[in-house]
């Protein structure tokens, strides 16, 4: 079997995806997304996520712990289901 296509496969074409056409590769195809996650020494529950040229932090509610300046993880990912 062939090696399943990447991210440096796919089209560069806005629009354009893999997954839209009528057949799909035999194959298949992976997505590689390489996150670093951290917490903030310090900082109480304040943590920082990074991806590529993208930064994201998250924090918790004051009643448990955090300073409620961030979105929490639940609500990133519930952020996530929804697109």
Do not use: C, H
């Not at 448990?64 to 993880?73: K, N």
Request: charged share 30%; proline share 6%; glycine share 10%.
């Amino acid at each position: 079997m062939t090696k399943p296509l990447g991210n440096e496969d796919l089209s560069e074409k806005p629009g354009e995806r893999v997954i839209d056409k009528a057949e799909l590769p035999a194959q298949g195809i992976t997505n590689e997304n390489d996150v670093l996650t951290e917490t903030i020494a310090g900082e109480l529950q304040l943590k920082r996520g990074r991806w590529g040229k993208f930064e994201v932090f998250s924090d918790e509610a004051a009643r448990i712990g955090g300073t409620d300046r961030y979105p929490s993880p639940m609500t990133y990912l519930a952020m996530a289901v929804g697109f």
